[in-house]
């Protein structure tokens, strides 16, 4: 089913996880990631951390809050999570602040640079190629 893969929200903030419909929590992925840990391991070690460990539930139930259409796979959810965390961190390596993608504050600015360095490639791509 294609739909059990959706998460509910299309973006996802790495640090609100919501635990309830009243609150948030600011857990980064990659700490739920590795709550989440035993669900990628099998039957027994999923049925132990359910019984025991607070803190895989905790995690379990705020990851299954945020998914779209039907009750996921524990390995799937795990999986989903580490993956939205690899996401992340690539998105931060990627911005020059360390921040998650975002509109520039001065997006006609923006536009405009953009435009300009457009046609400058435009015109450079127009230029002869220098002999070998």
């Known amino acids: 089913m294609p739909g059990c893969r959706r998460w509910r929200y299309s973006t996802v903030s790495p640090k609100a996880w919501p635990h309830s419909s009243q609150r948030s929590s600011t857990r980064p992925l990659g700490d739920l990631a590795s709550a989440l840990a035993p669900a990628a391991k099998g039957v027994f070690s999923r049925a132990t951390a359910l019984i025991s460990n607070g803190e895989y539930r905790a995690a379990r139930k705020s990851s299954r809050a945020l998914w779209r259409q039907c009750k996921p796979t524990s390995p ?19 911005t020059a602040d360390g921040s998650l993608p975002h509109l520039p504050t001065d997006l006609e600015g923006t536009a405009g640079a953009f435009g300009q360095f457009y046609a400058e490639l435009q015109a450079l791509a127009a230029c002869p190629a220098p002999p070998a």
């Open 76 to 94: 799937a959810l795990h999986a989903a999570v580490t993956a939205a965390a690899e996401q992340v961190k690539t998105w931060r390596q990627a």
